[in-house]
């Protein structure tokens, strides 16, 4: 595992270049695609890149980590909507080509199954883009996951749904109970995994994540086993280290 700390500006710059350098040397690449904030500035990066200097994603594809269940269709904070908005129409994806796990479906079990099944039938993904919840949690893999766990069904902790609040209009009772998420399987099935952690918030679970036992008790400990992963912190998440 590669840890950087650097400056949010920086890191953000440093995950678009790997992202830059795959989509470059490989077109038709698979990307991971996370939603909450850690990843903003990246998208933004990519965005620029896109416009400025003609990054294209026209041949690729990519598959989102997680969905909140239940939300409607047109909420904003539906993540199929929010990639839509930060990353997917700001750049060259054809038709289609990013997928999500469907919150919506009437037979959730089969839906993360059709998921599982499609990423397979992509090839997989070449690199996912990750965050971290303040317990540890990547994607919605919450304490406790199973480390072999692929896409289903998961209930949001408390800490996570007052942690999302904010998305909410900072009102724990609108944010949803339930979610369909990749599992830790699945994420470690990506070629090369990149997490961003920036804030004094996350300098706990990165301190766990880089330095803990590896543990279901805090999920993003999984990440020490991957061959290619990369962790980009600033100074107040890394503060922690020892
Ligand atoms: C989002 C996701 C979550 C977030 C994590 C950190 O798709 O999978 O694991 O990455 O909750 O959220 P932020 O970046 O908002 O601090």
């Known amino acids: 595992m590669e840890v950087v700390i650097a400056p949010a500006e920086e890191l953000a710059r440093l995950a678009a270049d790997a992202i830059e350098n795959l989509v470059r040397s490989k077109p038709d690449a698979v990307l991971g695609l996370a939603?909450?904030?850690?990843?903003?500035?990246?998208?933004?990066?990519?965005?620029?890149?896109?416009?400025?200097?003609?990054?294209?994603?026209?041949?690729a594809r990519a598959f989102m980590l997680d969905e909140y269940v239940g939300l409607p269709a047109e909420h904003p904070e539906r993540y199929r909507n929010v990639i839509e908005k930060e990353i997917a129409s700001r750049v060259d994806f054809a038709p289609g080509a990013v997928q999500g796990p469907d919150g919506l479906a009437d037979d959730l079990p089969a839906a993360c199954?059709?998921?599982?099944?499609?990423?397979?039938?992509?090839?997989?993904?070449?690199?996912?883009?990750?965050?971290?919840?303040?317990?540890?949690?990547?994607?919605?893999?919450?304490?406790?996951?199973?480390?072999?766990?692929?896409?289903?069904?998961?209930?949001?902790?408390?800490?996570?749904r007052e942690d999302n609040a904010r998305f909410f209009e900072d009102d724990i009772d609108r944010v949803p109970h339930h979610c369909l998420t990749q599992g830790l399987a699945t994420i470690m099935s990506a070629r090369h995994l990149v997490l961003l952690a920036t804030g004094k918030g996350k300098a706990e679970a990165v301190h766990q994540l880089t330095e803990g036992a590896v543990s279901a008790l805090w999920p993003a400990t999984i990440m020490q086993l991957h061959p290619h992963a990369t962790v980009l912190v600033d100074d107040a998440a890394a503060s922690r280290l020892q």
């Open 35 to 59: 939603t909450g904030s850690s990843p903003l500035k990246v998208y933004d990066e990519l965005a620029r890149r896109h416009t400025e200097s003609g990054l294209s994603f026209a041949g």
């Open 113 to 160: 199954a059709a998921y599982e099944a499609a990423i397979a039938d992509a090839g997989g993904v070449d690199l996912q883009i990750l965050g971290i919840g303040t317990d540890g949690h990547i994607a919605f893999n919450e304490p406790g996951s199973s480390l072999a766990s692929r896409t289903r069904i998961k209930t949001l902790t408390q800490q996570t």
